[in-house]
């Protein structure tokens, strides 16, 4: 059977033994929560659209103030989905700012009763539609996370250094993610998930020990920076020419970038599984001392 040469002189670039084990950019990911009940959210409201045009002008406006603050709630409710899923899918993380899905809430009890007044149903039946419809999106739903996430046992300037970190190094994977999407190549897309991937490894590790910060802040910066500014160059040139020397050497440089999380990672671990025996070993002593330990 054919099978494709993988030495170091391939077009990949790297000998089997140099490249870093695959990331699946699925890993550690949960399936997202924005599916169609959000989206129905958008879709409902256009009844207020077909019921607005043949009214009057005063309920045609109000039909179409019913219909734009009902999409803004969607949107709030979407965006406050994908926030939370943010937020849980972290150890150490700041609540949202804004309750986008709260807001929701109350974003579609008011247009409910907006339509309700439109139709002429009186001040009564408004109220009602009103408290129905932010009950019944909030049972949906649910609440946004009301306070901040962190490790026990760390104070709460640590708690915010971590987070302020992450969420800077998130911006730039995000960006990068962004800037790979103008080479239109499928691998090219594919390769910077699998380092997206990489990359929130080291991010989970430092939020489970918020001491590895000062270790990984380069990695968390000045690299992070240095890819999301390379991708933007490469997809700019690669837009332009399709170049295949282009696209092999950005593939490499992301071989590279991998390898050196994957490796930096690692060293984190190794370093906390190092604190961790060293702790035990003082306790094994404490309990020798005092005459506890039962297998002495």
């Known amino acids: 059977m054919a099978q494709r040469y993988g030495g170091k002189f391939s077009p990949d670039g790297q000998s089997d033994n140099a490249r870093p084990a695959p990331k699946s950019p699925f890993q550690n990911r949960r399936r997202t929560r924005v599916g169609a009940r959000v989206n129905l959210l958008f879709v409902v409201p256009l009844v207020f659209s077909w019921k607005a045009f043949g009214s009057e002008p005063l309920a045609l406006a109000l039909y179409l103030a019913a219909l734009g603050v009902m999409l803004l709630a969607a949107w709030m409710t979407r965006e406050g989905i994908k926030a939370q899923e943010a937020y849980d899918a972290r150890k150490i993380a700041k609540r949202p700012a804004l309750p986008r899905k709260m807001l929701g809430s109350v974003l579609i009890g008011l247009g409910l009763a907006v339509g309700a007044i439109a ?3 009186g001040i009564a039946a408004a109220g009602i539609f009103a408290v129905l419809g932010a009950a019944l999106h909030f049972l949906a739903f ?21 987070a302020k970190a992450v969420d800077e ?17 499928r691998e090219v897309t594919t390769r ?6 990489t990359a929130r490894e080291m991010f989970r590790t430092v939020e489970q020990d918020p001491r590895d910060l ?7 910066g000045v690299l992070l920076n240095g890819a999301r500014d390379a ?16 696209k092999y050497d950005y593939l490499r440089l992301l071989d590279e970038l991998e ?4 490796a930096k990672t ?7 599984r190092t604190d961790l025996n060293v702790e035990m070993d003082v306790l094994r002593d404490l309990l020798d001392r005092e005459g506890l330990n039962k297998d002495s």
Do not use: C, W
């Open 231 to 246: 991708t933007v160059k490469f997809s700019d040139i690669y837009a332009q020419n399709r170049e295949p020397q282009v």
């Open 169 to 185: 190094a998130e911006a730039r994977l995000a960006a990068m993610a962004d800037a790979g999407l103008r080479a239109e190549d």
């Open 259 to 262: 390898g050196t999380f994957a």
């Open 142 to 162: 649910g609440p946004d996370p009301m306070r901040d996430k962190g490790a026990e046992g760390i104070d709460a300037f640590q708690t915010d250094r971590v």
């Open 192 to 197: 910077i998930e699998r380092f997206q991937a």
């Open 214 to 220: 000062s270790s990984a802040r380069r990695f968390l």
């Open 266 to 272: 690692e060293t984190l671990l190794s370093d906390n």
């Open 119 to 121: 139709g002429a149903q």
